[in-house]
């Protein structure tokens, strides 16, 4: 690990948001009395009923429940616009980047509300009532965001799905949250490329599990023509022509549902994690205020996507909510060539960007290239987030793109906490490259044994949230008993996070990885179980089991070991078609990156797969196997050495 300290400059010292002093204060206050704290910071929005309740939550095994400000009524999406207006009516909310660089656009805080409040009534035009779901399968364009805002406006559920996502996971999230309408475009860009996103949606329409949607608005972004349902299609320019561009925002309790958002576990179907409008919205701008510093003259660009929390949090509710200028990006870094991203920095004077691991070490492997055409001297400080950032990209990240001048905020966080828990603060936290460092305001991490005791000090175990946030996911749609299961059945009285985390002697945070089944791919998150389940769907597959193994630019990648059925041949076209029915099942996040064939898994005599011994042959530790005396045949391993792929 690097011992380096990067110490918090002295500009930043007395010019952010929080000092040293503050945040010890804060911190203390925080966690000591959290009720106080909480209210305090419940006052950075409006709210149409004052709460005069503020936390109201058990980790209890079995009946965990989460509440805060449960008694408040509010609107996100009035939050996020109207209560700017009388003074910033002008400013710039959103900018957005085209993927062709010659295309940009700038929506004032009053454009975004009068797109909102059109589409908001179009929506209730078609008999969308607070508490319907909506599903937002959209490119990355200013209309993603209005979609989202109109349906917090009107009290609707929205459900975004990643762009990049199949049809059969569409179909999947349809099913589960019941959407009554979808919002989509004919076409989406990325990298020079057209996306059907309105083909994928009818595909998923075919399937009978997804009648419950009653229409699909569908947003025309490229002059491509796309196939026409009558019934159910129709344009969103048509929709919204004759519709009003003001839209009283529905009075929401604080803990009516804002959005569902699915996620991977470490078993079965993503679950849709559950966030809901009051402590959401207020960790949201908490955090975005004291992580990222944002001041009025900022331009602030978070470069995730909508389709994912990053994108929910950090490029639409935070910001807005704060008033800040938010860029949106549609395209990829390494599109036209990898100095995009330095170009748009300077093109619209970016301060602070936001952005991967997996980003920073693709551009970091071509050289100095991504950061030749550009200065980047409007940046001032620099965040990251998805997956721990590996000291060398840091400090590629620091040195090149920030030309050491601005700090970098490394956030860990998580779906289901709705915002960042842990992380420096610009004035500060003194930096280690690779430490995620310290818990933000009221987050009170814990390291645990597998015995269940709790480590102090210096140590490495399971981290663990002791006590509630604002932010936290309430339940997982439709099935709280997953939620309890997930989250709080491994320790008693505690949020269970999944992740493994070291502690040094600063008490500094290093989060390790994912302890359970679950992979991060280029920072996405993808469960094991899921992508066994689409491979064993192929004919040709008899079992399959899936492992993560290092990887240079994605962190981790998808090693796949596949039994065949029987009498199938063995071919490169196999396994290609194998590869190509994954990312068409599920997305090109999950293809396999390598596919071994075998005759047999590692297995105990109960029957488990041993995916010890297997994550060691596809990390190509062989000779590290540890005890292979207790599998029912210990011979596979042989054979499983000598035809691995990652040498
Ligand atoms: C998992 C959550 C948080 C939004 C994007 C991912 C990993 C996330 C960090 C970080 C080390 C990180 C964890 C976590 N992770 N940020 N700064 N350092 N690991 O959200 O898809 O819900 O994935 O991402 O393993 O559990 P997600």
Redesign the pocket.
């Known amino acids: 690990m690097s011992q380096s300290l990067y110490p918090v400059s002295d500009a930043l010292k007395s010019s952010a948001h929080a000092n040293k002093e503050e945040y010890q204060r804060l911190y203390q206050w925080s966690v000591e009395d959290p009720e106080a704290f909480w209210a305090e910071q419940g006052k950075r929005l409006d709210w149409i009923v004052p709460f005069s309740q503020v936390k109201n939550c058990s980790f209890a095994k079995d009946k965990a429940s989460v509440k805060w400000y449960e008694d408040g009524q509010l609107n996100a999406s009035y939050n996020c616009i109207d209560r700017h207006l009388p003074d910033n009516a002008q400013r710039t909310a959103i900018i957005w980047e085209g993927d062709d660089p010659t295309a940009d656009k700038h929506i004032t805080y009053r454009q975004l509300h009068d797109e909102v409040c059109k589409l908001a009534n179009g929506l209730k035009q078609r008999g969308v009532n607070k508490g319907d779901r909506v599903i937002i399968y959209m490119p990355m364009i200013p209309e993603a965001a209005y979609a989202m805002l109109a349906c917090a406006r009107i009290g609707a559920v929205h459900s975004v799905v990643f762009g990049g996502f199949s049809p059969h996971a569409i179909a999947d999230r349809i099913q589960d949250c019941g959407a009554k309408v979808i919002i989509t475009a004919n076409f989406g860009r990325r990298g020079g490329n057209q996306v059907a996103l309105k083909d994928n949606v009818d595909k998923a329409l075919l399937k009978d599990t997804t009648a419950c949607v009653e229409k699909v608005i569908v947003f025309k972004f490229t002059d491509s023509p796309c196939h026409w349902n009558e019934q159910k299609d129709e344009w969103w320019h048509e929709l919204t022509a004759n519709c009003a561009a003001q839209c009283e925002p529905v009075a929401m309790s604080a803990e009516d549902p804002l959005f569902i958002l699915y996620?991977s576990g470490s078993t079965g179907q993503p679950k849709g994690v559950v966030h809901t409008t009051g402590g959401y919205l207020v960790y949201a701008s908490t955090t975005h205020h004291y992580v990222f510093d944002n001041k009025p003259d900022d331009i602030y660009w978070c470069a995730?996507d909508v389709g994912?929390?990053?994108g929910h949090t950090y490029i639409v509710y935070g910001p807005l909510a704060n008033g800040a200028t938010t860029l949106m990006f549609e395209g990829v870094p390494t599109y036209p060539d990898v100095r995009r991203m330095g170009q748009i920095v300077d093109k619209h004077q970016v301060s602070i960007l936001y952005t991967a691991p997996t980003a920073i070490r693709a551009l970091m492997a071509k050289g100095d290239e991504p950061v030749q055409g550009s200065v980047r001297d409007s940046l001032r400080l620099l965040g990251?987030?998805?997956?721990?950032?590996n000291p060398e990209a840091w400090q590629w990240y620091y040195q090149k793109i920030g030309k050491s001048q601005s700090p970098i905020m490394?956030?860990?966080?998580?779906?289901?906490?709705g915002g960042i828990l842990?992380t420096p603060l610009p004035g500060v936290t003194d930096l280690k490259p690779g430490s995620?460092t310290l818990p933000f305001f009221g987050v009170t991490p814990a390291l645990m044994s597998s015995e269940g005791e709790i480590l102090e000090g210096e140590a490495e175990g399971n981290l663990v949230i002791t006590s509630s946030w604002p932010g936290q996911a309430r339940t997982v749609w439709g099935d709280h008993e997953r939620y309890n299961q997930t989250y709080f059945s491994t320790y008693e009285n505690m949020y269970f996070?999944?992740?493994g985390a070291r502690r040094d002697a600063d008490g500094y945070y290093w989060?390790t990885?994912?302890v359970d089944d679950?992979l991060?791919v280029s920072?996405?998150?993808l469960g094991t179980a899921e992508i066994e389940s689409s491979l064993v769907a192929h004919p040709a597959v008899a079992e399959a089991a899936v492992v993560g193994y290092p990887h240079d630019i994605k962190g981790q990648g998808i090693y796949v070991y596949l039994l065949p059925t029987d009498g199938t041949e063995i071919t490169p076209e196999l396994t290609k078609a194998v590869r190509t029915w994954v990312r068409e099942d599920l997305s090109p996040i999950a293809s396999p990156d390598m596919i071994q064939w075998t005759t047999g898994l590692p297995k105990t005599r109960s029957g488990k797969i041993m995916r010890r011994i297997l994550r060691k042959i596809a990390a190509n530790e062989y000779e590290q196997l540890g005890d292979t005396s207790t599998l029912a045949d210990p011979s596979v391993v042989d054979e499983l050495i000598n035809n691995r792929l990652n040498r």
Do not use: F, K, L, Y
């Open positions: 996620t995730a994912w929390i990053t990251s987030v998805g997956e721990p950032i490394d956030t860990w966080w998580q779906t289901e906490t842990i995620a996070t999944g992740d989060i990885g994912r679950v991060n920072g996405h998150r």
